[in-house]
């Protein structure tokens, strides 16, 4: 069964930045989409963003208004690993971030309904 694995989670001042990395383990199928999604307190599950890893438009990202400019979404070359680089961060950025995988190509508009495995989660607190 495909493992999704966060860590890099912790608590930063506002400002401050953060680097989650998601390991991924024995995947089978099709993984054509990567994607970073945050709940925060009382907070439904938003999309971040999302890096296509098929091999049409391979690299190509997707980023949420509220991170655009501030994130960057990578995947490392032995395609074992996508990280999320917090810069800038804001006390709004609170929350568990997740990542998660889709057999589907990337939406731009991060609707979560199309990844199908998922991590358990990193916690992302930032003080003001």
């Known amino acids: 069964q495909a493992q999704l694995v966060e860590s890099g989670g912790g608590s930063v001042q506002a400002g401050g930045s953060l680097r989650l990395s998601c390991v991924i383990s024995t995947y089978s199928g099709s993984r054509r989409c990567m994607g970073w999604f945050r709940q925060g307190p009382g907070k439904e599950r938003e999309g971040v963003a999302s890096i296509i890893t098929a091999i049409t438009n391979h690299g190509t990202t997707f980023y949420s208004d509220s991170v655009k400019g501030r994130f960057a979404i990578s995947e490392d070359k032995g395609e074992t690993t996508v990280y999320l680089q917090m810069n800038s961060l804001k006390p709004e950025d609170t929350g568990m971030y997740y990542c998660?995988?889709?057999?589907?190509?990337?939406?731009?508009?991060?609707?979560?309904?199309?990844?199908?495995?998922w991590g358990q989660g990193a916690q992302v607190t930032v003080s003001s």
């Open positions: 998660a995988a889709a057999a589907t190509d990337c939406d731009p508009w991060l609707n979560p309904g199309t990844f199908g495995i």
